[in-house]
């Protein structure tokens, strides 16, 4: 239930040419407070509660708690959630091996491509590949929960 990961931002497309799968998703916040976050999440045909607790000092490493519910409990909670519903698409890129998840933002968070990638230590080596830029980890503003209130287009 603890979840380590990193987060860069992507510098080209190049990663669609290796994804393997991709899949919308649509999502929300019934709490952003940083010390815990409770999300609920659309995937496919499938719906998500999850509880996030506070990053370490680095911004890798969290508590993560998931649970999978119903599309239609999911919509009802939807409903419910703080302004800035998130809407992207995630593309599963294996790099080496590793699984890069690639999320490409719609809305008032278009133009904004994140890469993330879990690890199962916090100094585990992993690939780079030519499209990530920057590491973006540990910056509050690229969390999902603050890109609602505070999306892309306004920076």
Request: hydrophobic share 35%; proline share 3%.
């Amino acid at each position: 239930m603890i979840e380590i990961e990193r987060k860069f931002l992507v510098n080209s497309n190049d990663f669609k040419e290796h994804a393997t799968h991709n899949e919308r998703i649509v999502q929300g916040f019934l709490n952003t407070d940083p010390d815990r976050t409770v999300r609920v999440r659309i995937k496919g045909d499938s719906g998500f509660l999850t509880v996030k607790g506070k990053s370490n000092k680095e911004g890798t490493t969290r508590f993560e708690w998931e649970n999978k519910i119903t599309v239609t409990e999911a919509e009802q909670l939807l409903i419910l959630c703080e302004k800035g519903i998130i809407d992207k698409t995630r593309f599963l890129v294996p790099v080496g091996n590793h699984l890069y998840e690639v999320d490409e933002f719609y809305g008032d968070n278009l133009g904004l491509t994140i890469a993330e990638i879990e690890l199962s230590a916090e100094n585990e080596r992993f690939i780079k590949p030519d499209w990530l830029g920057d590491e973006v980890t540990g910056d509050i503003k690229y969390y999902n929960s603050q890109l609602g209130k505070k999306p892309f287009k306004t920076w």
